[in-house]
């Protein structure tokens, strides 16, 4: 077999795909991609044995069908080397040799019949839906899944589609993001997990790209976006009743400005290392954020301008508060509480239907 392809393509192609190669370390396999020729397209694949990930790229020309393995770290280092606008890769009895400009190397292959291939069940369900906000949604959710391992259906993100809204949510319990979006055209009724061995993935994927195409299947999913598709398996679980968590009611609205908040906090986290609690008290028109560090003698106050209908004094953990904080755009950002003991939500003009919250800290004892 003889391919004729672009330097520039196999080396976009190879970049895109070599990250997913190597992650598993007990299975060798994993460590190839998988080359398949038909025609003049070349689908390229590789798998960490969580997820799996197609890439279709044009060839100038090929002179056979088939397949073949060869190690992605090995012929990704090279031909991120070499010179010249064309490759011409030669496969035979076993090896792959790449011939540039200036010269040619030699990699073993392996028969592709050896990759596991991703299985899509029958009876899936197709929905449509823009990739810049699949790619928006995931890049600020990411900041709220879980890392515990006890509860695995909160590690990823939650997907729904819902009367023609595409709804996410992200929570670990302590802190949750979800934002939503209605969708154009007919999309029927479905809900899936996003897993986040994909989360990198198809934030890159989704750049620059319209539409995704997302098939939701009992056990898998697929995402099929330009050139690429992303294939990963479902997690099992049951996910928190997240909309409950949300006060439906609020009677304290607090507006200060983003980035005094934010730079606020990251100063005050100084003084509170391992608690991360801050203190904060907010009146008519100020707001103090209060750092202790008990075992030093340390203290740090912060006092901002806000706007506020009534006082109130909480306690918080200065992450949760800042993760919640970055997941809004507007430059202005409005706190709505209930009292010490709820969820601070915050809301930013920009996305109204986007909301992050975080859970509050008790004071003891707060001077």
């Not at 299975?27 to 694949?45: A, H, P, S």
């Not at 479902?234 to 009611?249: A, D, E, H, L, S």
């Not at 200060?256 to 907010?282: G, N, T, W, Y």
Request: glycine share 4%; hydrophobic share 40%; with cysteine.
């Amino acid at each position: 077999m003889q391919i004729t392809i672009s330097r520039s393509v196999l080396t976009d192609a190879l970049v895109e795909l070599a990250p997913i190669a190597g992650k598993n370390k007990v299975l060798k396999i994993f460590d190839n991609i998988k080359f398949v020729t038909k025609g003049n397209k070349i689908r390229m694949q590789t798998s960490d044995g969580e997820m799996s990930v197609r890439k279709y790229v044009d060839a100038e020309s090929i002179d056979q069908d088939g397949e073949f393995l060869v190690d992605c770290a090995s012929l990704s280092a090279f031909v991120a080397k070499v010179k010249g606008d064309t490759l011409t890769l030669t496969v035979e009895d076993g090896t792959l040799t790449v011939k540039h400009q200036k010269g040619k190397a030699s990699f073993q292959t392996m028969p592709a019949s050896d990759f596991p291939e991703p299985q899509q069940e029958e009876e899936a369900v197709d929905v449509t839906i823009p990739a810049n906000k699949l790619g928006e949604f995931i890049s600020l959710a990411r900041n709220f899944v879980s890392d515990d391992g006890l509860r695995p259906q909160m590690k990823p993100i939650r997907a729904i589609i819902e009367n023609g809204v595409f709804e996410v949510c992200a929570t670990d319990t302590r802190k949750m993001f979800t934002d939503s979006v209605r969708l154009d055209g007919e999309n029927p009724d479905t809900q899936w997990y996003i897993e986040p061995c994909a989360f990198t993935s198809l934030v890159k994927a989704c750049k620059g790209q319209e539409t995704i195409t997302v098939k939701v299947s009992e056990r898998n999913v697929s995402y099929r976006v330009g050139a690429t598709t992303i294939f990963t398996l479902q997690t099992k679980g049951n996910y928190p009743q997240f909309k409950r968590v949300i006060p439906q009611n609020h009677t304290v609205d607090v507006v200060c400005d983003k980035s005094d908040i934010v730079e606020a906090m990251q100063r005050a986290m100084l003084f509170a290392p391992d608690s991360r609690l801050i203190k904060v008290s907010v009146s008519a028109l100020a707001m103090d954020i209060q750092a202790d560090n008990i075992t030093k003698l340390q203290k740090s106050v912060e006092t901002l301008t806000c706007t506020s209908n009534a006082e109130l004094v909480f306690g918080a953990n200065s992450q949760l508060m800042l993760d919640c904080l970055n997941a809004c755009a507007s430059d202005d950002v409005t706190m709505e509480i209930n009292d010490a003991s709820k969820p601070i939500v915050f809301k930013d003009s920009l996305n109204p239907d986007r909301t992050a919250l975080c859970m509050p800290m008790n004071l003891v004892n707060p001077q």
